[in-house]
């Protein structure tokens, strides 16, 4: 099993459309979770980070984090064609370990006009 | 001003040559990593280091070395160079505090050998 699984996609949705980007990660005691967009040729930016279960808005994105089901998500909302990349989600584990954060593959996202 | 910075942003080089890739963080992060991104996307680890502690993925060959002058350089350097060492290498870093430590990139450095 994986560490972090993504949906490799591609998603399409229309310009204007919510994208819904998911998570699943395998080690239960990890601690932070992040979303980074990463342009084609270009380098992964952070978009957010969770920690605690819920929901977390920040302008057109929410994360949203169920450690239960150890899930964590990506809504865009009002998808625009700039939102066009790939998005990697990645975790870490419980504190006192190393800072070694565990990507997934990434989900190729495409906002059509 | 340029957060994490990297050069060189392209390298070609042959099989069996040795090259260094420079890596600087201004945020006065602890903590400085390698990662690499291969043809399929997907990042992986090679090295976290701060002034405490090296810890290298286990995969990673011993052809590969992070040298670190001080706290806010953390080059890496690559001996006997192979085909499959192709790839975008890309430095980070980040807080070695706090409840979350969320990483910042540099821009990659793309990887030829021939």
């Known amino acids: 099993q994986k560490e972090v699984e993504q949906n490799s996609g591609p998603l399409s949705v229309p310009e204007g459309a919510i994208a819904s980007l998911n998570c699943t990660y395998s080690d239960r005691g990890s601690q932070s979770f992040f979303w980074y967009r990463q342009y084609s040729g270009k380098s992964p930016e952070l978009i957010m980070f969770?920690?605690?279960?819920g929901d977390k808005e920040d302008g057109r994105f929410t994360a949203q984090l169920n450690k239960a089901s150890q899930y964590v998500s990506l809504l865009i909302r009002d998808s625009q064609p700039s939102d066009s990349a790939t998005y990697l989600c990645a975790v870490t584990p419980p504190r006192g370990n190393n800072n070694d954060m565990r990507f997934g593959a990434g989900t190729r996202l495409t906002v059509k006009p | 001003d340029t957060a994490v910075s990297q050069t060189p942003k392209y390298l070609v080089t042959q099989m069996g040559n040795d090259k260094s890739i420079k890596c600087e963080q201004n945020l006065g992060h602890d903590t400085m990593y390698w990662y690499k991104q291969d043809s399929k996307k997907f990042l992986k680890i090679m090295f976290s280091y701060n002034n405490k502690e090296l810890i290298i993925n286990e995969t990673v060959p011993n052809r590969f070395s992070p040298k670190s002058p001080d706290k806010a350089h953390l080059n890496l350097h690559i001996n006997s160079l192979e085909l499959g060492d192709s790839a975008v290498y890309f430095c980070a870093s980040s807080q070695d505090w706090g409840l979350t430590y969320e990483q910042y990139f540099g821009p990659g450095t793309r990887l030829t050998v021939t």
């Open positions: 969770i920690y605690s279960n």
